[in-house]
């Protein structure tokens, strides 16, 4: 069975830090981009970052750029997105998911991060 | 970056309906570059339409996606019960890759 899981969301006061990781199972995750993609409560998608097929290259959306650092371990079959810094609009489901082409193929159930005091 | 406007906003129709779901890039998207997802309440999207026009492994053939350019369609020939959801079109030609507001299908 295909899954990408992902773990480590929660509630966080502004200014805090979490760590959001995606294991994948049942798909090949090395050899592929890999993305988060983020949903705020009644909300659309966002696209927040990528990581390219051997982690060499990394792009953020200006909204979390400099606050957020995505990264991967391909031994793990895992994504990581360290998010620091967070502000109340960063509360969303973020979803892990694999770019097949441009296009994403494979997405996570979503994690809920909540940033309030 | 490239905005892409869905429309309507609401499509409220009835199972066995026909649903037209339209997507315009504010600029052209080389290469057809626009997919299409379905989400439903609670879950994570899903990938139905890749290239404007292929279906996605397991897409039932009533879902069709047309277009070229700057406006793209999602087509769906007859609404069954579990196609009631929020579809949203994605575009994969510019950079940042941007999706559009999304359109609810509604009974």
């Known amino acids: 069975e295909v899954q990408l899981v992902e773990s480590g969301g929660g509630l966080v006061q502004p200014g805090g830090s979490l760590r959001l990781s995606c294991a994948a199972s049942?798909?090949?995750?090395?050899?592929?981009?890999m993305h988060w993609v983020r949903q705020g409560p009644g909300k659309g998608l966002v696209w927040v970052s990528r990581?390219?097929?051997?982690?060499?290259?990394?792009n953020y959306a200006d909204s979390v750029k400099g606050r957020f650092t995505i990264s991967r371990d391909d031994a793990k079959n895992t994504l990581y997105l360290q998010l620091n810094s967070l502000r109340v609009e960063d509360t969303a489901v973020y979803y892990c998911?694999?770019?097949?082409?441009?296009?994403?193929?494979?997405w996570g159930q979503g994690n809920l991060v909540t940033v309030s005091s | 970056e490239i905005v892409l406007t869905q429309s309507p906003g609401t499509l409220s129709l009835s199972p066995g309906e026909r649903a037209t779901l339209s997507c315009r890039a504010s600029q052209s998207l080389s290469g057809s570059y626009l997919a299409w997802y379905q989400q439903k309440p609670g879950q994570a999207p899903r990938l139905l339409i890749y290239g404007a026009s292929s279906r996605a492994t397991g897409i039932p053939d009533r879902f069709s996606g047309s277009g070229s350019g700057t406006d793209f369609t999602l087509t769906i020939s007859r609404l069954e019960p579990e196609d009631f959801a929020v579809y949203y079109c994605q575009q994969y030609g510019g950079s940042p890759k941007t999706f559009g507001q999304g359109t609810k299908v509604e009974i």
């Open positions: 990581i390219d097929k051997d982690g060499s290259s990394t």
């Open positions: 998911v694999r770019d097949a082409n441009g296009y994403f193929d494979y």
């Open positions: 049942g798909i090949t995750f090395s050899g592929y981009w």
